[in-house]
């Protein structure tokens, strides 16, 4: 397996999940700040108010990748360390927070790629009715080219929003994440505005004219496939994928939202502007996937989506319920590439979530991930090899971490976070990675 030189082999966080002190210095509450206060939200009562202490052990961290030999680091800002109401007034503590990360990340020679938005909307924000609010979209805009303006200079690679699609399902429609809601009309709102401000804001970056500095959004891919050759299992997977890996891509490559879902949600369906899918179709740089796993459907009258995702016997799933699947990278990759033509790719994240414990002697051996990971890579080398413009690739994640509803009972790091201490441990599928790296580049 021989990558490009040019490669980037990367590993990803985000703010909320590693970060900690999320009021310090005086930034903003988020929406995950207060949701995660709120009692019955997070398993355990777990916050992100320690998390990893990444705000204080950053430098710590940059060693780390070091040490894994990545060329790419991928992390988000929070808004609301930077604009502490998400508009308005900036605070220069926060902004010098992440001068400080990028400068040592460049340091390392480390080239970083940032996550404008990954979750944490200013509270504030969402106390006017956060992605619902069509003017969120401008709100974003102005915070977006504040990051360029501030950090343009160093940082070549942006992505503007991390999974919209997780943003609306989860956070609008089925309330597992913040914001908590449940409300269709709100959650098909929430999606057009995340559009609306993601092409906004590659407006604003193509304004500044930043050299050598490139611009995309993350979405989280999958096959969503039939359970059987059934008319009904196959319309339910033809649903799932048009709901999932269509309904943000197609507005931004094809300028219109998939009818399968426009139809279904019906007088649900997002109010477009005359201009609106003009902006969101605003060419972009590169499209970064996230890739986890499939779903396997078949039709279920008793559910309220009408379907249900079937169990795939002998098959490995992960502490997530995932089943491992990594044919399931290539088949996406090869799929965004037959549908939206050749534009450059970076895997954004790629990790499962597996029971690791250190040994008696201190070591983590997480030979499934090992194994997870050597799997994927084979078939992001092979979508490669089949013409797949693929740039880079980023490991989710870095380090264990606060894992949204699950809190930290989820671990997906290549390095073990022993949450008590904060000491950081390399499990063995971080040695892996750091080998394959080594060779990659030797
Ligand atoms: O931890 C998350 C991340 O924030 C977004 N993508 C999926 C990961 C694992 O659930």
Redesign the pocket.
């Known amino acids: 397996m021989r990558f490009p030189k040019a490669f980037l082999w990367g590993a990803?966080t985000?703010a909320y999940?590693i970060e900690g002190s999320p009021l310090a210095d005086g930034a903003g509450a988020s929406i995950w700040h207060r949701f995660s206060h709120t009692p019955g939200t997070i398993l355990n009562g777990d916050t992100g108010d320690v998390a990893c202490d990444h705000y204080h052990r950053w430098q710590e961290d940059i060693e780390w990748m070091r040490r894994l030999g990545l060329n790419a680091y991928r992390f988000s800002v929070a808004w609301a360390r930077v604009l502490p109401t998400g508009r308005g007034v900036v605070n220069q503590k926060g902004l010098d927070f992440y001068k400080r990360l990028v400068d040592g990340l460049l340091r390392a020679g480390i080239t970083p790629m940032i996550t404008l938005y990954?979750?944490d909307l200013p509270a504030e924000l969402q106390d006017l009715g956060g992605w619902a609010n069509r003017d969120c979209a401008k709100w974003f805009a102005d915070y977006a080219c504040l990051m360029f303006r501030a950090l343009g200079d160093r940082v070549p690679l942006w992505a503007t929003l991390?999974?919209p699609w997780?943003v609306m399902a989860l956070g609008y429609l089925w309330g597992q994440h913040a914001p908590g809601m449940r409300d269709i009309g709100a959650a098909a709102k929430a999606g057009h505005h995340m559009l609306l401000a993601h092409g906004k804001a590659v407006q604003a970056f193509r304004a500044e004219s930043i050299p050598n500095a490139q611009i995309g959004i993350v979405t989280?891919l999958g096959p969503q496939q039939p359970a059987s050759d059934s008319p009904q299992d196959q319309m339910v997977a033809t649903l799932w994928h048009n709901f999932i890996n269509r309904y943000f891509l197609d507005p931004i490559f094809h300028g219109e939202y998939p009818d399968t879902i426009i139809n279904f949600i019906g007088e649900f369906a997002p109010k477009v502007a005359p201009d609106d899918m003009r902006i969101i179709q605003t060419p972009i740089d590169f499209l970064g996937v996230?890739y986890?796993t499939r779903n396997v459907l078949a039709y279920d009258a008793s559910d309220p989506i009408g379907s249900r995702t079937v169990h795939q016997e002998g098959k490995l799933y992960t502490e997530?319920g995932w089943e491992v699947y990594p044919e399931g990278l290539y088949e996406i990759l090869k799929w965004v590439q037959a549908e939206y033509g050749d534009i450059p790719i970076y895997i954004t994240?790629n990790?499962a979530?597996f029971p690791d414990t250190p040994n008696a002697q201190g070591e983590v051996d997480d030979p499934l991930r090992v194994e997870y990971l050597k799997a994927h890579l084979e078939q992001a080398h092979r979508a490669l090899h089949d013409g797949v413009p693929l740039k880079g690739y980023f490991y989710?994640?870095l380090m264990d971490?606060f894992?949204?509803a699950?809190g930290y009972s989820?671990r997906?790091g290549l390095l073990y976070v022993n949450f008590e201490t904060q000491q950081r441990l390399m499990k063995s599928s971080g040695h892996w990675y750091a080998e394959f790296i080594a060779k990659q580049r030797s």
């Open positions: 990803a985000a999940q990954h979750w991390n999974e997780v989280n996230n986890y997530m994240e990790g979530a989710w994640s971490n894992e949204w699950f989820k997906f």
